[in-house]
Structure formats: C-alpha cells, structure tokens
C-alpha cells in the first residue's frame, strides 16, 4: 500500500499573536506586518513554491478580554489584537499564485446569508475555484455585545442557527443557477436564460431568502468548507458540513478516538468518512539537526509570555486564571466550563494534574496542537507517525515567528515529505481545492454532502438523472 | 486663475451590463469577464496609466425586478445581474498599482459597524491609504426582502441609522486607538500600549457598540467618504459625511443649481464648502475625430435594449412602465414616486413630455447622465464646460463597452486634459486617496468633518491641543 498522502495547511491570522503568545518579541517575527500587501502576496508565494495545499485564515470578531477581566494583558501581547478582516486578503494572494487554496474563516453568527454567499461566491470566482469557508459560530462574548447582541446564543442553539444557514448558502450556490444559465447570445438577446435562473423560496425558522441567487454559479459553486466544532454538537455540525475538519490534538491516543468517533458521525450522516480530511493543528520548528532544532525551540521558548498564553485561554475557555496561584493545579475549579477548558489537558495525561503555569506553557508555542523539533528527517517520522497512528489526514501548522517558521518548513520538510512520497511532487491536474484536497472528479461536492439535496433538486428539474441516495 | 483641476473615477460595477443596457451585445465588450481577477487587475493598470483618481465600484444587493414585476428583463439583458461583491476585488487592484485609489460601495442598511468598520480598515492597511467608502442606504425591496427585513425601513429613517451608523464608525476609527497605541517594545513587552486603546462606551439608539475597535489605526484611518444622496434628506446625509459627493446631472443649468445648494448645504455643516468634490456621471465616446466619435455613438446605440433600460428605470424608482404604451407621455402617473422617478427627466427638459421609449432611450447609454462623442478637443471642451458652468469638480466615468471606453479615454481624452493643465502629470507627493482627492496635508479627515469630532476627543485626552469649533 501506498504511502497515505499528508495534507498541509498553513495556518495564519491576519493579526501578529497567532498562536505563539510572545514569539512577537523575537527579532526573526515578521508577523507584525501582517497589514502589509507584501507580507501575504510574499507568503502566498512561499507556500506555493513548498506545495502547501491550502493557507488557512483564522478569524474572531472580538477581543480576549477574559483574563482579568480586560483586555489588557491581550493588548500587551498583540494576542489577537489589533487584527484585521482575512476576506480582503484573499484576492491579492491569488494574483500572485496558480493552485494555492485559501481557507477564509467567516462567523455566521453576525452575517446574512444572502449577503455572505455572494462574497464567498466572489472568492471563489476569482480564485478560479481556490476558496474554502471555514464555518464558525462565534464564541467570544466580547464579539456579541459589540454586534448587536446582548449575550451570545446558547451554545446548541448556535448551531441550529447554523444548520439553517448553511442550508439557505447550499440553495444559493446549488439550486438558484443552472450551470447553462448564462448564455451569452447576442442573436436570441439573451445574457441570462431567465428559464434556468430561479428563486430559492426559503421560509425558515431564522432566515427568510425568498429570491434568486445574485451571483453567477462559480467554479466550486459551493466553496469547500472546513469546519472546527469540537463539542458534541458541533462535531456533528462538523459531521454534517465539513468537508475538512480541524481537530485538537494532545496526544496520539486520545486523537486516535476523536478521528474514529468524527468519521463515525460523518458515517452516521450517510457520508463516506473518508472523504472527510482531517487535520490537526501542529507547530513544526525545523533546523537542520535534531540538536539545532532543539536549541532553536529553547531559544522560542525563551520568548513565551505567561499573560499573552493566559489572555488566550481566557477566551477559548472562558475561564479567568489571573485570580489562581500559577503554581497550584487547576483540578479544584469545579465548574462545567472549567472541566470542558481543561478537558484538553487532563485528555493529554489524565494522571497529572495542571497548574496555570503549565497549562501557559502548553500554550506558548503552538496553542492546543503538538509541537515538533528537529531534523527534515525527524519532523517527517513525527508527522508520518501522527498520521499513520491516528487516521488524521494533515496538519495546520502554526508558526512560532513568521514567516520564518512556514520557510524553514518549505526549505527542509516538505523537500523530505516528497521524496517519501507523502506530499506531491507538484499540483494534481484539478484545478480547484476540492478537486486538491477532497479528490473529487469534478470542482463539486460530493453527492453525499448535505449541499447535493440541492443540486438534485435543481437537475430533477431539467429533467436529468439524479444519483439515488442509500 | 489657473485653469480648475478635474478629477476622474471610472465608474464601474462587479457585473455586465451596468449603465449601458443591451451593450453586452457589442463584440468589444469585454464587461463578461467581470469574474475573472486579471479583468480587475488590467484594468487597474490602465487607469493608473491613465492618471484617474479613482475606480469607483458600485453595488447593490438585490435584483431589478420591479419591471414587468419580474427579475427577468434584468436577468435577459445582464442588467446588475449576475453580480458580485466589490469588496474581495480590492486587494489585487493594489497589488499591481501604486497611487490609485479604490471607492467601494457597501450598504449600511444590512452589515454591523463594528465588522464592517474592520473591513474597511484592513483595506486601508492594504492599500496603504488608497480606499473611498461610498456609503449607501439600500433602495431595492428585493435586497431587503432577502436580508431579513419584511420591507425597507422608510426612507427618512434610512438616514437616521445612517448618521448613528457612521458615528459609530467615526469612534472606532478616531477614537478607539491613538496613533502610537501600537509600541512594539520588546524590552517593555509592549506590543500595544494598553493605555492608548480606549472602549467606544457607543450606547445608541439603533447600535450598542461598547468595545474597543479590533483594527490599528489606517493611514487614512476614516476611509475617505463617498456619498450620492439626492432627496433633500439624502443631500442634507451626504453634505454632513460625505468628502466626495456624486450626483445626477443632466443639463447644466439645472446642475449649477444642484451644485449650489449643495455647497450651501455643506456649509450649513460647518464645513468648507470647497474643500468636497462633487462630481457627475458622464459618457464618454472618444475617437480621433468627431464624425468618428459620432459613428461610434451610432453604432453603440444600436446594441441598445429598450427593455434592458426600463428595468433599470424600474429599479431606480419603483416604478413598472411595462404596462404603459412606450410612445405614451408618462407626465400622467400622478403618484409621488412616479413624480419623484420622473424629476429627473423633467428637469431636464421642463418644457417636453416624457414617454418611456424616450426614457428608455436616454439611459440607454450612460444611464442617467450626458454622453459627450467627439474627438479629444470636442471631449476635453465639454469636460471643461461642465465643470466651469456648474462648479462640479469631476466625473464618474460610465463605459459604453469595457475597457474599450475607458481605453479611448485614457489614450486620447486624458492626455489632451493634461495639455489644458487640467488633470495633473502624475501623481502628487501625498500618497493616500484623501491627499490626492480631497488635498488635505496629511491622511486624515479635514477639522471640519464629523469624523474629526471623535479625534478631538482623542487628542484631549493626551492633553493635545484641539482646534477650535466655529
């Protein structure tokens, strides 16, 4: 048997603290001009040139203001504040590449859906068929009260707002427009056959989108979508949406079940579980030698900011530390989004108790994700390991300092992934992501994603065969 | 007196027919490829070669559908339809152009100013201080239909969430962040300066914004603002916001008025009337000589689309003329908004009766504006006497086919402006849009604009002297 392909995602912010609280400092970081064009078009082409699949764009709408109840300690470690829309950049990216995807990370919480699939249908016009949508409900409460909420949705609630409007999108995209709607004839006078141009008549219970669709179908139609519910709710959203899913990962074991237990609900959803890739988040630093690899990751690790690690997981996990001695385990907080916040945690060693200080640590380089130091050789087994012993299919790999952490990565592993044949030598002859990283024949969805129920719908009405569903 | 500087925007529209109905028939129109990134990018180009000031893209968000009381029309003759979202088309605009700037259209009626207020921001960052916000109030029941509102609010209250709105904006980009909020210090561990990041504390009437903004500031911080109101409730809106101000013209002595009683009202703001431009959409047919550009006119009218044009007009005013016999006078339809709809046309000729060929006719080419045909002497004369007769200070250019009209233009109209000393060599030493276009010594709103309000406080809490109000 062939060697399972890995699939690698570079993942980015549009903001100088991405995952690294602190890595700011460090005087190899770029990250601080991520308000620059050049710093992305420049990215852009790295990635390209070491055959990543996709850069994938991070978002929140809100400030980690959690940690002592301010978000001060997030504004003196640039976590995630100040930080821009990754929307824009989008386009100016895929001016200066060919194949490279772009997973943009968008709420819906705070969106319409009529507005929204037009840009993501923009995108992916002008991508030629290179956008994912990553779906996110959002979680910071300091997004709602600046949005037009007093509070955020309940949590499953949430997620039934989501299902309806991941629904209205997937009419949009694949019922409103025949593929030969547009036909462009000067004779019969006729730019758009109105015939196969049709309102979506969407009466719901949170959305009304009774009419037809503004934007022409694009190459994708409906943009890959990537989804990161790790809930019980939200992995079946994921199950359900994603046609890759990001996963938190500690160790090897624990992610070993939640592939199984995510590629049984994408069973459960009459899905083929295989045609969902799954990814980790994964921090990869590497040097020529295991020893320079090693000294380098010290070297980062001496750059870490307790405040900026705590500030963040303030606001993953609601939970504010400030008050609890650094160096006293966490166990006693006995509350329900303690125990989920620390879930993560006791997963990775259930035998050790944690205290602030180590879950800081933890947090410092690579967030929630396993941090991997060495040789091209030793990166590679790593990563080789965690996809063989997990059933994951790749990574996004977090930078320590930025660029820096994805050119190392270009210039060493990826040369090394090649030669073992676990990352092409170049881009397949698909043009699109999908056709890239979810394999399919065509630039579509599957006939097995929950989008299809509408492009059936749409072809029953030209009278052509449509695939029966099990 | 040196001759009166003109400025020019080419008037564009993420879609195929956008004021010249029909046109998409001519075999040079190229407006199809509105969905390819290189149209955007070339075009780019162009107009920078061209030293114009702008592109300035429109948007809507709904369909033309009141004609025949269906989308159809729209949809045979590519009135606005297909359409995409003109934000995403920035990015790689400036990535190929230096000095250009960007005027993007986004409706206030549907988005959140604290999203939208950070998309406007990172174009600013991306294009260094190059983006024009043309700020709308949605005028389309289909868009409101589709974004979760039964019908639009009503027309007066439009404006009122619209003044709330751009305050609310105005604090987050004046306000929240002082110029050197962002330190970078490592040695501090100080990347940004808690004390010079500031809550908004935005309690309003529509909007409760209480956070801080997530963006650093822009080099123009407030995008320059662009606006197009023509009711009095709209003059008195864009008088108070707007930097540049579009409006409808027809004949000159009716827009010597318009243009009066718009800088009065801009006075009556507190602001230096002089200091907005104002300008005019207008056609352009350039050829080498007049019998040409006159041949050309002919030959572009004979693409055009009588039905292409009134579902445009029935967009425009609400108003279905398909049941009325085309060689019909309208002046019968005594409704309001028939009345308001046909105003424009009347003003144009008080003396003549109106009939929807006729009406149909006269948008056909370049939509509710003049169409000038003639050599470049002939073209650059008339320039000229409209912006000396009526004070206007520029033009919205519209194209017959695209880019074959703003190519024309820029091979042979602008040079000869550049003769007459009335478009400059190139471009000015201030980079940003608001340097160029408005001439204000550095990136920032003038004292006298609205936005500057929310800077004073700024600049008061640093102890900063403030100026002075009138």
Known sequence: MA???????????????????????????????????????????????????????????????????????????????????????????????????????????????????????TLDHLTDGRVAWN????????????????????????????????????????????????????????????AKVRPIGHHGRYYDVPGLFLAEPSPQRTPVIFQAGASPRGRSFAARHGEAIFINAVDRAATRRLVDDIRARIAGEGRDPE???????????????????????????????????????GGWSGLDLSGHDPDTPLAYIDTDAARSALEIFTRADPTRTWTPREVAR???????????????????????????????DGFNLAYVVAPGTFADFVELVVPELQRRGRVPAGYGPGRTLRENLVGTPTPHVRDDHPAARHRDRRRALAGEAVPSRA
Not at 90 to 96: E, H
């Open 3 to 121: 060697a399972k392909r890995i699939y690698l995602n570079a993942f980015e912010m549009a903001c100088v603290g991405h995952q690294a609280p602190g890595l700011w400092r460090h005087p190899d970081d770029r990250a601080w001009r991520y308000k620059d064009l050049s710093y992305w078009t420049d990215l852009a082409r790295l990635l390209e040139r070491g055959r990543f699949d996709a850069i994938f764009l991070a978002d929140v709408l809100g400030v980690y203001d959690v940690y002592e109840g301010s978000p001060d300690a997030a504004l003196r470690e640039a976590t995630q504040v100040p930080m821009l829309d990754p929307v824009p950049l989008v386009s100016a990216m895929a001016g200066v590449t060919e194949r490279l995807g772009f997973g943009v990370t968008v709420s819906l919480t705070y969106e319409q859906p009529y507005a929204l699939a037009r840009r993501l249908s």
């Open 135 to 194: 779906v996110v409900t959002s979680y910071l409460e300091s997004a709602a009260r600046n949005l037009g909420f007093d509070t955020q949705r309940a949590h499953d609630d949430r997620y039934d707002v989501g299902d309806e409007f991941m629904d209205v999108c997937y009419q949009l995209w694949e019922y409103s427009w025949d593929d030969d709607a547009v036909v462009r004839d000067p004779e019969r006078g006729l730019f758009t056959d109105p």
């Open 275 to 313: 045609s969902v890739r799954i990814f980790i988040l994964l921090t990869a630093i590497a040097a020529e030698t295991d020893a320079q690899a090693r000294a380098k990751e010290e070297e980062y690790r001496s750059y870490a900011s307790l405040d900026g690690a705590l500030a963040l997981y």
């Open 362 to 392: 933890y947090l410092t380089i690579g967030g929630i994700g396993p941090v991997v130091a060495g040789s091209p050789a030793t990166v590679a087994d790593e990563l080789e390991a965690w996809v063989d012993e997990t059933g994951i």
